[in-house]
């Protein structure tokens, strides 16, 4: 109750505006397909070039002062909105969409309103690769002096390179000093003799710490002294660390500050990082595993660090589960998804945080050509773990998490024997395992390779995988039978008892039925079952309609003896 009255109070608010700014936009009724994807392009940079934290597309109210509700009947019925903002997603770069769509009920009509993030900086939003905007209220493609205005952000607000004018070295941690000198030579080992020689100052410059001598926010983020975080301000550099019991209930938690150079091995210090057991299947001895592999963990800390949105005065947090890893940072996924990454032959082009992402290429701590994500997924699958999950969903943030729970060895010694399966098709097998959707492609290709049956969204491993991971009885639950055979168990049932209400019907049936489908789709599925028949003309009910109604054959066939 409480957001539909935060809708109508942002919607009446929208609909007093004396004139239809650039980032909303409404319609009377809905409009086809194309143009809501060139509406997401537009409202998106004019969001972004008008500093607004979102656009809005409207449907059901008049676009001429003074506005008013009529209503909307844009897909209205199923399966109504729930696939419109993955579908859009494929077709805008970065797989920007929807931060969110509602559907309000109001006394003069239904209202769909489409929130719209705006671009990120630097980042102009694209549709099917053209770049749309508004003329008042016509829309139009993005002004190339728009353009320009955004992609400019890029440079003009890299927060990591500005220079802290109040600080010096000494507000620097030595010890921070010397542990970024001992991985700058890890990094380039012919500079070993160089590196020892170099005053501090001159190490910063050439780390690309500094700027010409002066102290930038990289600086004081990475090796700053843990009293000098004002310095950063609104900037909050922190990692928080949060540990949870089975029930999500908080059992303990710990903030780590500057220098985060040093504070991330505090933060694993943290975690519990258990042993795992299992055979192998190919000895007689069990193997032994960490829960988290240690590189996996700093790969993706590290990558927090150089990718968060410091201007959103944020911690980066970390969730300890018993059996996950939330890590979770500021700022849109700029590469727009992982598979773009895992498939590309060319690293990103644009970062969030160009100055910090070369520092700490410089130490030692992340790369930028793109391969740190790809070797996190192999590391993963070679430990017969599940792969990395990245919830890309939540507008302004990137999410993480990493399990601590063996999948089937079986199962993904399978993967590594087929050799024509790609990291994309783990990825979406992997996807199907933890029940996940997935996109059309990633079902095409799994399908034409009878890595799956069943229809989505409740598609399950084929027989082929079931067989050689020893998993047969679990597919012939998911997989059921076809109708007919449900059919036939109806007309056996009234042979025998002449009738049958629902409720005797449905405990015949719903053990019977492919456990890839809940208990309400079971139950639908059999609710549309017995209509079927009554359409073919093999039953039909007697007595009420509403209370004691009973299913019987319509031709009744010689009873069998009890």
Same mark, same amino acid.
């Given at each position: 109750m409480r957001m539909a009255e935060d809708l109508l109070?942002?919607?009446?608010?929208?609909?007093t505006l004396r004139s239809e700014t650039e980032w909303i936009e409404f319609k009377e009724e809905g409009v086809d397909f194309e143009l809501i994807g060139r509406y997401v392009s537009a409202l998106s940079n004019e969001a972004n070039l008008n500093e607004k934290p979102e656009g809005w597309l409207i449907f059901g109210v008049t676009d001429k002062y003074p506005r008013k509700i009529i209503g909307s009947k844009f897909h209205e019925t199923p399966p109504g909105l729930d696939k419109l903002k993955q579908k859009i997603s494929q077709h805008t770069n970065?797989?920007?969409?929807?931060?969110?769509?509602?559907?309000? +009920?109001?006394?003069?009509?239904?209202?769909?309103?489409?929130?719209?993030?705006?671009?990120?900086?630097?980042?102009?939003?694209?549709? +099917?690769?053209?770049?749309?905007?508004?003329?008042?209220?016509?829309?139009?493609?993005?002004?190339?002096?728009e353009i320009e205005r955004i992609r400019d952000q890029g440079a003009t607000l890299d927060w990591s390179a500005r220079v802290c004018r109040k600080a010096t070295t000494a507000d620097?941690?030595?010890?921070?000093?010397?542990?970024?000198?001992?991985?700058?030579?890890?990094?380039?080992?012919?500079?070993?003799?160089?590196?020892?020689?170099?005053?501090?100052?001159?190490?910063?410059?050439?780390?690309?710490?500094?700027?010409?001598?002066?102290?930038?926010?990289?600086?004081?983020?990475?090796?700053?002294?843990?009293?000098f975080l004002h310095l950063l301000s609104p900037a909050i550099g922190q990692i928080t660390w949060v540990l949870k019991d089975a029930s999500g209930v908080e059992r303990d938690y710990a903030h780590f500050g500057l220098p985060l150079i040093l504070a991330i091995g505090k933060v694993f210090e943290k975690i519990r990082n258990l042993t795992v057991r299992h055979m192998s299947d190919e000895t007689l001895f069990p193997l032994e595993?960490?829960?988290?592999?240690?590189?996996?963990?700093?790969?993706?800390?590290?990558?927090?660090?150089?990718?968060?949105?410091?201007?959103?005065?944020?911690?980066?947090?970390?969730?300890?589960?018993?059996?996950?890893?939330?890590?979770?940072?500021?700022?849109?996924?700029?590469?727009?998804?992982?598979?773009?990454?895992?498939?590309?032959?060319?690293?990103?082009?644009?970062?969030?945080?160009?100055?910090?992402?070369?520092?700490?290429?410089n130490l030692n701590m992340i790369d930028t050509i793109g391969s740190g994500i790809r070797r996190m997924f192999r590391v993963q699958r070679e430990r017969n773990f599940p792969l990395p999950d990245y919830d890309l969903t939540q507008t302004g943030k990137v999410a993480v998490r990493v399990s601590g729970k063996i999948i089937d060895p079986r199962y993904t010694r399978m993967l590594i024997r087929r050799k024509d399966l790609d990291m994309l098709d783990v990825i979406s097998l992997d996807r199907v395992q933890k029940e996940y959707p997935i996109t059309d492609e990633e079902y095409h290709s799994l399908k034409s390779k009878k890595l799956i049956e069943g229809r989505r969204p409740h598609i399950f491993v084929s027989e082929q995988v079931a067989a050689e991971t020893d998993t047969r009885a679990e597919y012939i639950r998911k997989r059921s039978f076809d109708k007919q055979?449900?059919?036939?168990?109806?007309?056996?049932?009234?042979?025998?008892?002449?009738?049958?209400?629902?409720?005797?019907?449905?405990?015949?049936?719903?053990?019977?039925?492919?456990?890839?489908?809940?208990?309400?789709?079971?139950?639908?599925?059999?609710?549309?079952?017995?209509?079927?028949?009554?359409?073919?003309?093999?039953?039909?009910?007697?007595?009420?309609?509403?209370?004691?109604? +009973?299913?019987?054959?319509?031709?009744?066939?010689?009873?069998?003896?009890k």
């Open positions: 109070a942002v919607l009446q608010n929208l609909i970065h797989g920007l969409t929807f931060s969110s769509i509602h559907e309000l +009920k109001t006394p003069d009509g239904r209202v769909v309103m489409f929130r719209i993030p705006p671009a990120t900086r630097g980042v102009p939003t694209e549709w +099917k690769g053209r770049v749309y905007g508004r003329v008042h209220d016509s829309l139009e493609p993005l002004t190339l002096n620097l941690d030595p010890a921070a000093i010397a542990f970024a000198r001992q991985e700058y030579k890890k990094k380039n080992p012919h500079l070993t003799a160089d590196v020892d020689a170099w005053t501090d100052g001159e190490f910063l410059n050439r780390a690309g710490l500094c700027a010409d001598g002066l102290i930038t926010n990289t600086a004081i983020l990475l090796l700053g002294k843990s009293t595993l960490s829960q988290y592999d240690s590189w996996v963990m700093r790969e993706i800390l590290h990558n927090c660090i150089a990718h968060q949105d410091y201007l959103q005065g944020a911690r980066i947090s970390i969730v300890e589960n018993d059996d996950s890893l939330l890590f979770t940072n500021r700022g849109e996924f700029i590469p727009g998804s992982v598979d773009s990454l895992i498939i590309s032959d060319s690293p990103p082009d644009h970062y969030r945080n160009p100055f910090l992402a070369q520092a700490m290429v055979h449900f059919k036939d168990l109806v007309i056996s049932y009234l042979k025998r008892y002449d009738e049958a209400d629902r409720k005797e019907i449905d405990k015949l049936l719903l053990d019977k039925v492919s456990d890839a489908l809940d208990d309400e789709q079971k139950h639908l599925f059999i609710k549309n079952l017995l209509r079927d028949m009554r359409c073919e003309g093999t039953i039909h009910t007697t007595g009420s309609k509403t209370f004691g109604a +009973k299913w019987v054959l319509t031709r009744s066939p010689k009873k069998e003896s």
